[in-house]
């Protein structure tokens, strides 16, 4: 016959007490513990970023931006930019056309009613010719020569445009389709174009003159300049 020791048992109290006792220890033990130091890996991090943030910007500074047919840099902007690639109607380049322009204030003086202005207000190319654009900006603020209506498969939203910030000058080229067509020519600034700064392109035989030309075309909508008494 096989004797048999009687299991031992413990009291419900003093297993609270034990219980109690694990935990107190666990306690202990943890707050020892060193907590994850993340102060190292977040000044890792920030370096990482700033050097990339300062990597990007130099670039931007020294070499100017190039995304999207744009180059960009502290004088001004470019965009849509075309020397070569000839429309879907042009056999070939039909003529080099220059055109030196100016833009400022002092050049809408002799149009009452006009804040900026060009110092031409009309240039005339043949169909396919390749223009090339100089502006000079005589003002400290930034100043467009801007031009719509171009085929949009060569120049996105069929747009051109130079822009110069201040007293500076940029030159860039694009070339026009075939067609005989008088495009617009403005400074897409905020206000800048309702105040003067206007001008058209004919090319070939264009189609007539746009209105509110200065020294051009009458306004669509005349100024009333009345002395009221």
């Known amino acids: 016959m096989i004797n048999k ?11 609270v007490v034990l219980t109690l006792s694990i935990n107190s220890l666990s306690s202990v033990v943890y707050a020892t513990e060193s907590p994850l130091d993340t102060s190292k890996l977040d000044t890792e991090s ?3 970023h700033d050097h990339h943030n300062h990597s990007h910007s130099e670039k931007e500074l ?8 744009m180059r960009m840099d502290q004088e001004g902007m470019v965009m849509n930019e075309n020397k070569d690639q000839l429309p879907k109607d ?5 003529e080099e056309v220059t055109i030196d322009v100016k833009a400022g204030v002092k ?5 009452p ?6 110092d031409q207000h009309q240039w005339q190319a043949k169909p396919c010719a390749r223009i090339t654009v100089n502006l000079t900006n005589d003002d400290d603020i930034r100043h467009q020569w801007m031009i719509h209506g171009l085929p949009k498969y060569l120049y996105p ?6 822009e110069v910030n201040g007293s500076a000058k940029k030159t860039a080229a694009f070339i026009v389709p075939s067609s005989h067509y008088t495009y617009l020519v403005h400074c897409d600034i905020a206000q800048h174009t309702e105040k003067g700064m206007k001008a058209q392109l004919k090319v070939g035989n264009g189609r007539g003159d746009l209105p509110s030309i200065p ?4 306004p669509a909508v005349p100024d009333n300049f009345t002395t009221l008494r």
């Not at 042009?90 to 039909?94: D, F, G, L, R, T």
């Not at 050049?107 to 149009?111: C, H, K, L």
């Not at 009613?113 to 060009?118: D, E, I, N, R, W």
């Not at 939203?157 to 130079?162: D, E, Q, V």
């Open 157 to 162: 939203k069929g747009m051109f445009t130079i």
């Open 46 to 48: 920030q370096q990482k």
């Open 90 to 94: 042009c056999p070939k380049i039909s």
């Open 215 to 218: 020294g051009i075309s009458n």
């Open 107 to 111: 050049y809408a003086e002799p149009y």
């Open 62 to 69: 020294t070499e100017g931006m190039h995304h999207s047919n």
């Open 5 to 15: 020791k009687p299991l031992k048992s413990f009291s419900t109290w003093t297993l």
């Open 113 to 118: 009613g006009t804040v900026f202005g060009f």
